[in-house]
C-alpha cells in the first residue's frame, strides 16, 4: 500500500537496551522528521531529514539516533532506552514548500 | 519560538454548532498548516494557506490569514461528533528550515 508505514505499532523495551523505530514512505518524498509526543508538551521534533544522507537535529535529539541510507527508509534508533523516553512516536515526511506533512499512525514505546 | 500557539486550550460544543480555533506565530511565514489528530492516531493534514491568501475553505473549514496580525483562524461549521479532536497550527516555510514545529494545540469535543 502506498503511504507512510511506521513499525512496530506497539514496543515494551527494558531500560539500557537499544530498540530502533522504523518509518518507511513510498512517495519518495525529500523529507521526513520524527516527532515524540507526551502528555502536556504536544509534538517535539526529534531528527528530520531533507534527503538521503542528510540529517538535523530538531528540538529534543539527545538519546536518539537517525540514518536515511535510501529517500524511502528513516529509522530512529534509541541507543540506550530510558524512562523518560516513554513516549508515543510519530514519522512523517513531505515534499516541502507549500506541501502538508503526512503522518505514519505512530509507535507506542514503554521502556521499563 | 518557532510554534504556533493555538486558543483556546480546549473548546466543547454541541453538535451543529461552528468552532473557532485560532493560531498565534511569531516570525514571518510562506504558508500556515492546521492537522487533526484523532485520540491515538496521526496527525492528518487539513489545510494550507499561503501567506499570499487571507481565506481558504474545504469542505467545512473555513482558514483566515492576517499576516501583519501574525494570527490565523480555523472555522469548522455545523460540527459533528466525529470533528472530536485536538487540533494544531504550524506555521512553515524558510525561516522555519521547511520544518514544522507544533503547539500543544486545541482539544475540542464536540457533544452529541
Known amino acids: 500500500d502506498a503511504g507512510i508505514t511506521q513499525s512496530p505499532r506497539y514496543k515494551i523495551t527494558e531500560t539500557g537496551r537499544q530498540v530502533t523505530l522504523m518509518c518507511h514512505q513510498t512517495w519518495s518524498h525529500s523529507y521526513m522528521f520524527w516527532y515524540r509526543q507526551d502528555l502536556g508538551h504536544g509534538l517535539r521534533l526529534i531528527y528530520y531529514s531533507a534527503a538521503a544522507d542528510i540529517t538535523d537535529k530538531g528540538e529534543v535529539p539527545d538519546g536518539y539516533v537517525v540514518s536515511r541510507s535510501k529517500t524511502e527508509n528513516f529509522p530512529l534508533t534509541l541507543e540506550s532506552a530510558t524512562r523518560s523516553q516513554t513516549s508515543v512516536y510519530f514519522c512523517a515526511s513531505s515534499d516541502g514548500g507549500n506541501y502538508g506533512y503526512t503522518f505514519g499512525s505512530g509507535t507506542r514505546l514503554t521502556v521499563v | 519560538s518557532q510554534q504556533g500557539e493555538e486558543d483556546p486550550q480546549a473548546l466543547s460544543i454541541q453538535e451543529g454548532e461552528n468552532a473557532t480555533m485560532n493560531c498565534s506565530y511569531k516570525?514571518?511565514?510562506?504558508?500556515l498548516q492546521w492537522y487533526r489528530q484523532n485520540s491515538g492516531r496521526g496527525l492528518v493534514h487539513l489545510i494550507l494557506?499561503?501567506?499570499?491568501?487571507r481565506e481558504k475553505h474545504s469542505g467545512r473549514l473555513r482558514v483566515t490569514l492576517d499576516t501583519s496580525k501574525k494570527s490565523s483562524s480555523l472555522l469548522i461549521t455545523a460540527s459533528r461528533a466525529a470533528d472530536t479532536a485536538s487540533y494544531f497550527c504550524?506555521?512553515?516555510?524558510?525561516?522555519?528550515?521547511?520544518?514544522?514545529?507544533f503547539g500543544a494545540g486545541t482539544i475540542l469535543r464536540v457533544k452529541s
Open positions: 504550524a506555521p512553515g516555510g524558510m525561516e522555519y528550515g521547511n520544518k514544522l514545529v
Open positions: 516570525t514571518s511565514i510562506n504558508n
Open positions: 494557506i499561503r501567506s499570499n491568501e
